[in-house]
């Protein structure tokens, strides 16, 4: 299962994942490039529909996942957003959706997996350089990625 999987790094994995003989499931929040991306991957694939920011957008995902296959073997959690607005100009709002798609919307896209990954499956989280470096009104985007990194110096 690949979150975002509509664009980006995450319709190149989806697409990478088919090559090497696996079935993707695509999550993505816009219909027409979901439907797209579907398409252009062509085989072994099933879009759905959703935000990852919505819980229950992640319960149908995973609805749909258990009824046609059982289980999930891998997790891409990868949907996220970057917008830039210096630090000045960040609202609630804005912090909010960045928050809860990167962060929230990735935490319980694995969560959620966890009832139907057998033993041995994988989780990979969606990072960012950004998590370790600062950008000019990137400041919140590089706080949802420094919330979900792996410490590198232990």
Same mark, same amino acid.
């Given at each position: 299962?690949v979150? /975002?999987?509509?664009?980006?790094?995450?319709?190149?994995? $989806?697409?990478l994942?088919?090559?090497?003989g696996?079935?993707v499931?695509?999550?993505? &929040? &816009?219909? $027409?490039?979901?439907d797209?991306? %579907?398409?252009?991957?062509?085989?072994?694939?099933?879009?759905?529909?959703?935000?990852? *920011?919505?819980?229950?957008?992640i319960d149908?995902?995973?609805?749909?996942v258990?009824?046609?296959h059982?289980?999930?073997?891998i997790?891409?959690a990868? %949907?996220?957003?970057?917008?830039l607005v210096?630090?000045?100009?960040?609202t609630e *709002?804005h912090f909010?959706?960045?928050?809860?798609i990167?962060?929230?919307?990735?935490?319980f896209?694995?969560q959620k $997996?966890?009832?139907?990954?057998?033993?041995?499956?994988?989780?990979?989280?969606?990072g960012?350089i950004?998590?370790?470096t /600062?950008?000019?009104a990137?400041?919140?985007?590089?706080a949802?990625? $420094? *919330?979900? &990194?792996?410490?590198?110096? &232990?």
């Amino acid at each position: 299962m690949v979150s /975002g999987g509509n664009s980006g790094m995450g319709l190149a994995t $989806a697409k990478l994942f088919v090559k090497e003989g696996t079935y993707v499931y695509i999550t993505g &929040r &816009r219909k $027409a490039e979901l439907d797209a991306a %579907a398409k252009e991957i062509g085989k072994n694939v099933t879009g759905v529909q959703g935000d990852v *920011a919505k819980l229950t957008d992640i319960d149908w995902l995973y609805q749909v996942v258990k009824e046609k296959h059982g289980k999930v073997d891998i997790v891409f959690a990868n %949907a996220g957003v970057g917008e830039l607005v210096p630090i000045t100009d960040v609202t609630e *709002a804005h912090f909010d959706k960045l928050f809860n798609i990167n962060v929230k919307g990735l935490f319980f896209t694995v969560q959620k $997996a966890l009832p139907l990954m057998p033993d041995g499956g994988s989780v990979i989280l969606s990072g960012s350089i950004a998590g370790y470096t /600062g950008s000019p009104a990137f400041s919140v985007y590089s706080a949802t990625k $420094a *919330a979900v &990194r792996e410490d590198l110096d &232990r």
